[in-house]
């Protein structure tokens, strides 16, 4: 079954407001990761939050972390035209050893001017 | 810029083709990763090769045969593919195993 699941599949928000993106995930994680796509392109690390850690920040960014409810949450703040993008949270399981990050779905993100 | 480069970017073949996609990582990373993306579908991990050796193989058809010569080089070769297997192939790099992976920008090959 899938490990990450993005909600809102699809995202529509006004320039300046703030966008709020949520990704549940199922078995005992390492950490968790955020990335952004741009359409047809690689995608780009933005914030790693490790399992010992509830909250985090990166510039307009804002992660946090629920281990008791599987959850994290993305907060993008006063949003641009360029935040334009897919959003992927990818966990990383709680086996050393592993290599496997499991990406969910993502959310599509509409920022209009 | 990432410093994982891919190349070609863009790739239209037949089913009866014999091709490559190269991936080059200049990150001295250890760990290196195929994804394939489709429509509408989660990013699938293909392979991972960590220092050379491959690691992981997630069901992937043998049409599909990964090469990793060197920690900084990583190969796909294709060979006889389905108009099914049309999507935005995706490198990636880490330094080490659940660690932040960095991508290139992809291939996208479309299978006539």
């Known amino acids: 079954s899938q490990q990450g699941e993005e909600d809102p599949q699809a995202l529509s928000i006004q320039e300046g407001e703030n966008a709020t993106m949520n990704c549940s995930y199922k078995t005992s994680i390492n950490n968790l990761q955020w990335y952004r796509q741009n359409s047809g392109r690689g995608l780009v690390h933005l914030i790693l939050?490790?399992?010992?850690?509830r909250e985090k920040h990166s510039g307009r960014l804002r992660v946090t972390l629920d281990t008791s409810k599987k959850s994290s949450s993305l907060l993008i703040t006063a949003s641009r035209a360029a935040d334009t993008a897919s959003y992927f949270c990818a966990t990383g399981p709680r086996v050393d050893s592993s290599y496997k990050l499991i990406f969910g779905s993502g959310t599509r993100l509409l920022v209009r001017p | 810029e990432t410093g994982v480069t891919q190349t070609p970017r863009h790739l239209v073949m037949g089913m009866t083709n014999k091709k490559s996609l190269k991936c080059e990582q200049h990150?001295?990373?250890?760990?290196m990763y195929w994804y394939k993306q489709s429509a509408k579908k989660p990013l699938e991990l293909m392979f991972v090769y960590s220092l050379e050796e491959r690691v992981e193989n997630n069901s992937v058809p043998s049409r599909f045969s990964p090469e990793c010569p060197n920690s900084s080089h990583l190969f796909l070769h294709l060979h006889t593919l389905q108009p099914e297997d049309s999507a935005l192939y995706l490198c990636?790099?880490?330094?080490?195993?659940?660690?932040?992976?960095?991508f290139g920008p992809g291939t996208r090959l479309t299978v006539l």
């Open positions: 939050i490790r399992s010992n850690e």
């Open positions: 990150l001295g990373h250890n760990a």
């Open positions: 990636a790099s880490s330094r080490r195993a659940s660690d932040t992976q960095y």
